[in-house]
């Protein structure tokens, strides 16, 4: 199975970096998909990860140590709008069908 | 980008009626939809896959003679919840693969997801 784990809420200032993280344990694992999602709203695609290492886009970046199972989401220079919940999702490969983890809440207060 | 517009976004009804729900992807063609379902501070759960001109495929649990999928065209899916109930109450998603998102190494197609659909059951 996906097993996908992300902490279920985190808390951060503004203006400061946080970490989100995502351990899977999955056969056939594909990539990794980071998405933002405001409550009431549909999720919102930040960054997709295949081969390990870090993938820098503006603010956001996305680590993946495919032998470990591990991801993360660094976001930097925080804002206040960037308080949302903010999922992992897993492909297999052939399906190419992300499997959500449950979301990480994150609330940036100033 | 890519869109992918859903319809109503709010949808109160009675219990025992039917609800059709939308999705409809405006700029380009997409041969595979996907239906979720989301609970308050709950994950996306994937309820089916919709195949244009074939029948859906379901995730196991989910009631194919309750949540109706049609998928008649490049363009439009629909998902009908028939004779809802009050446990039927939830969010819906839908999503379609569009253009390609690029990790190093590899091409995926990502998915574009429309607005939601809140749906309470009286």
């Known amino acids: 199975g996906q097993n996908i784990d992300q902490p279920t809420e985190m808390t951060a200032t503004e203006g400061a970096i946080v970490q989100i993280n995502c351990t899977y344990q999955t056969s056939g694992f594909n990539g990794l998909f980071w998405y933002q999602q405001h409550a009431g709203e549909a999720p919102t695609f930040l960054s997709y990860n295949v081969l390990d290492g870090l993938e820098e886009k503006g603010r956001f970046s996305s680590f993946l140590s495919r032998s470990k199972g591990y991801s993360y989401l660094l976001l930097k220079e925080l804002q206040m709008k960037d308080s949302a919940s903010y999922l992992c999702?897993?492909?297999?490969?052939?399906?190419?069908?992300?499997?959500f983890g449950r979301g990480t809440s994150l609330i940036v207060h100033p | 980008g890519a869109v992918v517009s859903q319809h109503p976004s709010r949808v109160i009804c009675k219990s025992g009626t039917s609800v059709k729900i939308e999705c409809r992807s405006l700029d380009f063609q997409a041969t595979t939809m996907f239906w979720y379902r989301q609970f308050p501070k709950q994950s996306l759960m994937l309820m089916a896959t919709s195949n244009e001109g074939s029948k859906a495929t379901y995730e196991q649990g989910v009631e194919k003679d309750k949540f109706l999928i049609n998928h008649a065209s490049l363009t439009l899916s629909t998902l009908t919840v028939t004779s809802a109930h009050p446990e039927d109450s939830s969010f819906y998603i839908c999503s379609a693969r569009g253009p390609g998102a690029r990790g190093r190494g590899t091409t995926n197609e990502k998915l574009f997801f429309g607005s939601g659909t809140q749906l309470s059951v009286l």
């Open positions: 999702a897993v492909t297999l490969g052939g399906s190419y069908i992300p499997t």
